[in-house]
């Protein structure tokens, strides 16, 4: 039984844990591979996010942040950014972490939720957000440097709340 | 005849006399409409920014900042934001920082530029933009509250260097 709730600082390690190994693949997010732990927390708990971790009864096996995508006139869109532990994959915690999150979203008032940047060789996350009711809005040419297939295109995938 | 250069600490009041009538619109910039002079200088100058100016005879008559739009695998594209003081509208001053900043994005390496969030009622700006070489390649939804016009769309805007 999956349980979602805010983070807290004490779960800095578990949400590292889970992180690192994605920051070091430099193959999903646009973060510096070499990012620190510092700085990797600091961003995921950045005053206008707010963070999230996905237990179960072996302990946290996801995380993930939401917050404004933009402000002023952008400010009712939401956008957020999951992580799910490498052994955990394919269990369904993004799924329940993308449901979870746009329901907290809906209940903060944004009316949409945008994810900017949604690289083309990740399969199984453009799928899935496809699932959550997320269109493909915007293709980003070669806009991504992977580590093994070079320049790729990037999504921009968008859904009403 | 306008000369642009790098802008330097001395021109914060005249950059400020720029931006700030273009935030408090809330029209054109995804920021806070009530941000404040401190805000907005931090944000125009800050660390990961590099801002310019461009300046004729009767002085500073535009400003513009260029960063990378993401960092990691994205750090290969650049971003860019544009002011022109509202009395030159119409003289060039965009449209002749928009080709200084992608070919100071060119000599810095960077492989394309992009616009995040160019709001579609800003005819002006989206008809330059594409003169400049720049597709639309995402449409975000209702993306933008607009003062006047409520919800509006906003545009990606794409083009390689």
């Known amino acids: 039984m999956l349980n979602i709730r805010q983070a807290e600082a004490d779960d800095a ?12 693949t430099g193959e999903v997010y646009t973060l510096p591979r070499e990012m620190s732990r510092h700085e990797a927390l600091a961003y995921w708990f950045a005053p206008a996010h707010r963070a999230f971790v996905a237990e179960d009864d072996s302990g946290i096996v996801g ?4 917050r404004a995508n933009q402000a002023g006139g952008g400010s009712h869109v939401a956008n957020c950014g999951y992580a799910t532990v490498a052994w955990a994959t394919g269990r369904g915690v993004a799924r329940a972490m993308c449901e979870h999150s746009l329901e907290h979203a809906r209940s903060r008032g944004f009316r949409a939720m945008q994810f900017n940047f949604v690289i ?31 320049y790729v295109d990037a999504y921009v995938m968008f859904r009403e709340l």
Do not use: M
């Open 13 to 24: 390690d578990a949400i590292w844990s889970i992180i690192e190994p994605i920051i070091r």
């Open 63 to 66: 995380t993930y942040y939401l």
């Open 120 to 150: 083309r060789t990740n399969d199984r996350a453009v799928r899935l957000w496809q699932r959550c009711g997320f269109a493909i809005v915007g293709t980003l040419p070669k806009a991504f440097l992977h580590p093994q297939a070079g």
